[in-house]
T-cell receptor
Framework: DAKTTQPNSMESNEEEPVHLPCNHSTISGTDYIHWYRQLPSQGPEYVIHGLTSNVNNRMASLAIAEDRKSSTLILHRATLRDAAVYYCILRDVVNYGGSQGNLIFGKGTKLSVKP | DAGITQSPRYKITETGRQVTLMCHQTWSHSYMFWYRQDLGHGLRLIYYSAAADITDKGEVPDGYVVSRSKTENFPLTLESATRSQTSVYFC?????????????FGDGTRLSIL
């Protein structure tokens, strides 16, 4: 899987939008962009994924740059419950390796939400 | 909807003992996974299973044994625990493999080996 780069930490105020960036300059044409988050003392939780077009679901939106070398996870109104570590992960459509479905987690971005 | 459950949530044991971590999912997902999470390493895949009676090694399988006699259960056994296996262990499942298939994780087992 190609490498991603995320800021170590970010802060947000409650009820304000949050934009979490991810750089993936070596992304290949067959890589999906996935986002997971991990709340304290819990397992990772799937948030959203996309290939080329922007994606929306009940949890968040994913904005993908036209050249696909970066993406942004958007939380429209941060709540205290959104405080977590957010992971941006690339997964190849075809060559996801001998360990089928292996997710390669980096260090992610630790999001703090202030009341 | 119980989803995926791990037991125990916390376990303390001694070096050399055998310990089994349990994972149960109610979705009838084909694929199941075991990860460990350590400071400085993130999550690393230990073993995975594509279906009942089909298992394969991940990135860090040494010292671990898995089995999958039923689709819903995927226990992880440390046959002779070592201190380096102190970690938080997460089980996950997905409907099938594929780069656009999300994995669903349990809440983890925090294992300490003295």
């Amino acid at each position: 899987d190609a490498k991603t780069t995320q800021p170590n930490s970010m802060e947000s105020n409650e009820e304000e939008p949050v934009h979490l960036p991810c750089n993936h300059s070596t992304i290949s044409g067959t890589d999906y962009i996935h986002w997971y988050r991990q709340l304290p003392s819990q397992g990772p939780e799937y948030v959203i994924h996309g290939l080329t077009s922007n994606v929306n679901n009940r949890m968040a939106s994913l904005a993908i740059a036209e050249d696909r070398k970066s993406s942004t996870l958007i939380l429209h109104r941060a709540t205290l419950r959104d405080a977590a570590v957010y992971y941006c992960i690339l997964r190849d459509v075809v060559n996801y390796g001998g360990s089928q479905g292996n997710l390669i987690f980096g260090k992610g971005t630790k999001l703090s939400v202030k009341p | 909807d119980a989803g995926i459950t791990q037991s125990p949530r916390y376990k303390i044991t001694e070096t050399g003992r055998q310990v089994t971590l349990m994972c149960h999912q109610t979705w009838s997902h084909s694929y199941m996974f075991w990860y460990r999470q350590d400071l400085g390493h993130g999550l690393r895949l230990i073993y995975y299973s594509a279906a009942a009676d089909i298992t394969d090694k991940g990135e860090v399988p040494d010292g671990y044994v898995v089995s999958r006699s039923k689709t819903e259960n995927f226990p992880l056994t440390l046959e002779s625990a070592t201190r380096s296996q102190t970690s938080v262990y997460f089980c996950a499942s997905s409907v099938r493999t594929g780069s656009n298939q999300p994995q669903h994780f349990g809440d983890g087992t925090r294992l300490s080996i003295l």
